[in-house]
């Protein structure tokens, strides 16, 4: 059982005067931690200490920011078996998985620390007597709101990036891995000076009252309907608001296509950390030349994912992070039955503690259908029949959301036709995951705004200053 510890202005142990929340392993229903709640006064008292630290820390060379994110990275590296089991017992995810997303998360530090002082301005061209240039500068006070369903890795980018890039950082982890968040904080604070990081902890209500402060730039990974709230709050603040939010990702399988390979590429993409990953598969738009087969298939290797707790060897499907969430996303499938789709296997709720929940094939689904068209954000595939790779396509692209889409096929035509049409940050040509390093897209339409993470998440923190410099009276220094 952890106790979890609030930092405010540089103090381990302040506030949490908003009472106590218990975080339960999802597996068990067992108590994991129990966290302090900040009041909005804490959240705004917290903020006023992270200006007070902030120009001291703006002013540190660029180079010994990089050396103490580096040293942050050791402390996080150190720590990582121990960020790796919290984070299974506090949402659930297999722990390799978890060790995965931890290490993630220390190569994303260690980026950001090579890459933040190599990061210059431009000289202008401007009278010969004069100097012209552009500088970069820090944004000032970042406020860090983050999800948890890959607790680590996520937070890694946000906190790196707007640290090495000279910014005071107050972070707030997820209420349903607050126990990550501070094991994660503590291990970068040991690295930095005192009041440079501050960590709030409690739910939604803490976000909020520190989305309406006045901070210089709230960075938000996490729903659709919380990135909204937070851009509305900071059209009132004037903060730069950076948002990574939801999906509704889209797979289309092309005709004559290997039915088989498709079913191993969709149960990746469907089933992978229980669905609960922002990039997941969340619909499927298959060619009725190879729809039967393909769901066969399909159905095959949901039945054949060994189910368990996260901490046990050999666990491939978890349970969903907990049951409030469950009801959500039964809620869907249910729905979707209700205006007749078919379930192939899955979609009923097992008796026994803990939040778990079928790998789900939904056939017979329809493009319209709550299931399809919103996140559902479990281990749920529901599979649309379609009569051309043309109508996959055009139903990719009809979505609220624009985050990213893969298409699987074996016609180079269409795999550009399928990179130039979809309107989303990401697409994948017959790989459900994957891309090269540094690779850094911005969602669009409900899928928030902004680059979210690779090199240019470095100048979303940043902000540029041009200065134009004469001698005296127009003549020589
Ligand atoms: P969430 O938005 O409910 O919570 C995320 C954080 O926001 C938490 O710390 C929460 O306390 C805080 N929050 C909640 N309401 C708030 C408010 N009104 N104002 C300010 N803060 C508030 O999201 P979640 O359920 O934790 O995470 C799952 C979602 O995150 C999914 O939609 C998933 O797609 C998305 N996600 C997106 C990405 C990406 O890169 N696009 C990555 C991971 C997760």
């Not at 129990?34 to 540190?60: F, H, L, Q």
Request: hydrophobic share 45%.
């Amino acid at each position: 059982m952890y106790t979890v510890a609030q930092l405010i202005g540089g103090v381990w142990g302040a506030g949490g005067e908003g009472g106590e929340l218990v975080v339960r392993d999802p597996a068990d229903d067992s108590p994991v931690a129990t966290v302090p709640v900040a009041t909005a006064d804490e959240v705004g008292k917290a903020v006023e200490a992270a200006r007070g630290a902030a120009a001291d820390w703006a002013a540190t060379d660029p180079a010994e920011r990089a050396a103490a994110l580096h040293r942050a990275a050791d402390a996080v590296e150190a720590a990582a078996d121990e960020l790796a089991a919290a984070t299974t017992a506090e949402m659930g995810k297999p722990l390799d998985d978890a060790r995965g997303g931890v290490a993630a998360g220390i190569g994303t530090l260690r980026q950001y620390a090579e890459l933040g002082p190599l990061r210059g301005g431009r000289t202008l061209h401007g009278g010969h007597g004069a100097l012209d240039f552009m500088t970069p500068e820090p944004r000032g006070v970042v406020a860090a709101i983050t999800p948890w369903n890959d607790p680590v890795a996520v937070s890694c980018g946000l906190l790196g990036a707007a640290l090495v890039t000279g910014n005071v950082v107050l972070y707030k982890p997820s209420e349903r891995t607050p126990v990550t968040g501070w094991l994660l904080a503590r291990a970068l604070d040991s690295a930095l000076p005192a009041g440079v990081l501050s960590l709030l902890t409690g739910g939604a209500e803490v976000g909020a009252a520190l989305a309406g402060q006045e901070v210089d730039v709230v960075a938000h990974v996490g729903s659709t309907a919380t990135g909204r709230a937070i851009a509305a709050a900071g059209a009132r603040t004037g903060a730069k608001v950076l948002l990574e939010n939801g999906g509704s990702d889209p797979l289309v399988i092309d005709s004559g296509v290997d039915p088989v390979w498709a079913a191993d590429q969709a149960a990746l993409g469907c089933f992978a950390n229980a669905g609960q990953i922002c990039v997941a598969v969340e619909r499927i738009y298959v060619h009725r030349d190879v729809a039967e087969d393909f769901v066969d298939a399909l159905v095959q290797r949901a039945e054949a994912l060994t189910v368990g707790p996260g901490r046990e060897p050999g666990t491939q499907l978890g349970p969903l992070v907990d049951r409030r969430h469950r009801d959500h996303v039964h809620g869907q499938v249910t729905a979707a039955v209700a205006e007749g789709a078919r379930i192939r296997t899955g979609g009923e709720l097992p008796d026994g503690p803990g939040a778990f929940y079928p790998a789900t094939v939904v056939a017979d689904c329809r493009h319209e259908m709550a299931l399809v068209r919103e996140e559902t954000f479990g281990p749920v595939a529901p599979v649309v029949v379609v009569d051309s790779f043309s109508e996959g396509l055009r139903c990719a692209a009809d979505s609220p959301y624009g985050l990213a889409a893969t298409v699987l096929t074996g016609s180079m035509s269409h795999a550009h036709r399928a990179w130039r049409d979809l309107p989303v940050g990401t697409v994948k040509v017959n790989a459900v995951f994957g891309g090269a390093p540094g690779g850094a897209a911005q969602p669009r339409r409900g899928s928030g705004q902004g680059f979210g993470y690779g090199p240019e998440l470095l100048d979303e923190f940043s902000t540029v200053k041009t200065v134009h410099i004469e001698a005296p009276g127009g003549g020589h220094w």
